[in-house]
């Protein structure tokens, strides 16, 4: 085995001199692909929906390009598809608030503007924080004011379950965490991304549906 390195070296698995360099966590990235088929499959399509699917398997390749290899490209493809999930989360919600759509152009500045903040891990890692507790506000809201359907609680059970089990997962398994085995084919980062995917999903299937969206704005 070589030496942890900086791509993905706060992620417990060594590097090896094989195909991939942390093999098991790049392979377990494509949940989030799995997340994004599961939710094209089973849901009522929408643009939005479309967009957020696409955000999702953006994780899954992004995760196989970093932990794949160290190579600059994986690390922004990485945290600019954390950003721009995050980022279509809060639009999504904020549309939900406000009751109307916000034109198109918008959602394409954003993710422009999320692409030039993941060429600097350290402003990505700020900006993702950022982004995850705007959404966790704008749930609340929803929450709230009653415009998310009672009949969803199933998903957002879900969701929460599987973000309980993730959070702890990935303290205890970073690396020169307690639980860390930097050499096993049991990696706890894997599990991180099998559990976010699981909470992308049924993030996705709670807040995503026709019924949901506001009405298209009128010309």
């Known amino acids: 085995m070589i030496p942890l390195l900086h791509a993905g070296g706060t992620d417990c698995e060594a590097i090896t001199s094989g195909l991939l360099d942390q093999p098991v966590n790049a392979v377990s990235s494509l949940a989030y692909v799995a997340a994004a088929g599961w939710l094209l499959w089973s849901r009522p399509r929408s643009p939005r929906l479309l967009v957020y699917a696409v955000a999702v398997s953006l994780n899954g390749f992004g995760g196989l390009a970093y932990h794949g290899s160290a190579a600059r490209s994986g690390w922004w493809l990485h945290d600019w598809a954390i950003l721009v999930t995050l980022g279509a989360m ?20 954003a993710a422009g503007v999320l692409a030039v903040v993941a060429l600097r891990p350290d402003a990505a890692l700020a900006a993702s924080a950022v982004l995850a507790a705007l959404v966790v506000l704008s749930e609340v809201l929803l929450a709230r004011s009653g415009r998310r359907a009672a009949s969803r609680g199933t998903a957002y059970v879900v969701l929460l379950v599987a973000l309980a089990i993730a959070v702890p997962v990935k303290l205890l398994t970073s690396s020169d965490a307690l ?20 909470a992308m999903a049924a993030w996705g299937a709670a807040a995503l549906t026709p019924r949901d969206q506001p009405a298209p704005a009128r010309r």
Do not use: I, K, M, N
């Open 179 to 198: 639980l860390c085995d930097s050499d096993s084919l049991l990696q706890g980062h894997a599990l991180w991304h099998a559990l976010t995917a699981v």
């Open 90 to 109: 809060f639009l999504v919600d904020t549309e939900a608030r406000r009751g109307r759509p916000f034109p198109w152009p918008w959602w394409a500045g």
